[in-house]
């Protein structure tokens, strides 16, 4: 009789079924991997566009699980951020990087003025610990407040309360830089923008996609006209081409990311690449 239910059950709502368990299985492994440590870092450079120089890294978090292999961000971190786990992967991100950076700069020739950029979630922000736990990490790695970028995408930006900006605010004041990630995804407006403590805008893919597809520069000048407006800074990203590259540079961008450059690397390949022209 059971198995018959269960039969009944897969022919009326099969995938819904199958959905579920997967989420809940997910879940529980997703615990298990914060406390197993199966969560590494990778590294993907950020390049002086004119001289394919490293002026940082950003660091993306990976998930090594034991039977699947290693899992993408896309398929955990929205899971993660659902059901809070994500402030747990943030910390632990953010202190392992951290303390990778810190070490390459004390280390590794050419490391010296290195930066780091570390993604924070709408979630995160909302942690009452979160400036407390910065400052910690700082403290026991040794990165000064200075070469840390934190990059929170346009869109959980934009509906942020009084104390998230609050926390915004007092990191700034420690001298981090904050930068929005996926800038043009999330139709803010000047004026909203005008208003936010932030340093850096970082260019989404998909403008840098349409200067190949259409040969269209005129979102991303209008993107470089605003940061210039606002005083901030650019970072273009995605960019697997040497034309978007040169288009990008030549309109003002400075500093470039993906895959023309490099893509991701494991902590072991960065110290080469400092010393390498990338994108030659
Ligand atoms: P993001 O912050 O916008 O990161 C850039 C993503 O684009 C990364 O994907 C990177 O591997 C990919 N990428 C870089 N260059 C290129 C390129 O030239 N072409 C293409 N097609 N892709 C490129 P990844 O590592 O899969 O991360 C996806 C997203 O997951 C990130 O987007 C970020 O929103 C989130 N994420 C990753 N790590 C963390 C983390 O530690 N904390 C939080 N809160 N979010 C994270
Ligand atoms: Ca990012
Ligand atoms: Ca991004
Ligand atoms: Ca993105």
């Known amino acids: 009789a059971k198995g018959q239910r269960q039969g009944g059950y897969a022919r009326y709502h099969p995938r819904m079924h199958e959905q579920l368990a997967e989420r809940v299985q997910l879940e529980a492994d997703l615990h298990r991997a914060v406390e197993h440590q199966q969560l590494r870092v990778v590294y993907q450079p950020l390049v002086d566009m004119s001289t394919g120089g490293v002026t940082g890294v950003e660091a993306l978090v990976r998930w090594h699980h034991p039977q699947r292999g290693v899992i993408a961000p896309v398929t955990f971190i929205p899971l993660a951020e659902a059901t809070g786990l994500i402030d747990a992967i943030g910390a632990h991100v953010l202190r392992e990087a951290c303390q990778q950076v810190s070490t390459w700069r004390?280390?590794?020739?050419?490391?010296?003025?290195?930066?780091?950029?570390?993604n924070l979630s709408a979630h995160q922000l909302d942690h009452p610990g979160l400036l407390a736990d910065v400052v910690a990490v700082l403290d026991e790695t040794g990165l000064p407040a200075t070469s840390l970028v934190l990059e929170i995408t346009e869109s959980a930006l934009i509906d942020q309360h009084d104390a998230a900006l609050q926390t915004l605010h007092a990191l700034r004041a420690l001298g981090i830089r904050l930068a929005i990630d996926d800038f043009g995804t999330g139709y803010s407006s000047l004026s909203y923008l005008h208003?936010?403590?932030?340093?850096?805008?970082?260019?989404?893919?998909?403008?840098?996609?349409?200067?190949?597809?259409?040969g269209d520069a005129s979102l991303v000048d209008a993107i470089l006209g605003m940061a210039?407006?606002?005083?901030?800074?650019?970072?273009?990203?995605?960019?697997?081409?040497?034309?978007?590259?040169?288009?990008?540079?030549?309109?003002?961008?400075?500093?470039?990311?993906?895959?023309?450059?490099?893509?991701?690397?494991?902590?072991?390949?960065?110290?080469?690449l400092i010393t390498t022209a990338l994108g030659a």
């Open 106 to 118: 004390a280390e590794v020739p050419g490391a010296e003025t290195m930066r780091l950029s570390v």
């Open 195 to 214: 208003r936010l403590p932030v340093d850096i805008l970082k260019i989404d893919k998909s403008f840098v996609d349409r200067l190949s597809h259409t």
């Open 228 to 272: 210039a407006t606002l005083g901030l800074t650019t970072v273009a990203e995605g960019i697997e081409h040497a034309h978007q590259r040169h288009a990008l540079a030549a309109q003002g961008c400075a500093t470039g990311q993906g895959y023309h450059f490099s893509p991701p690397v494991d902590a072991s390949e960065v110290p080469d």
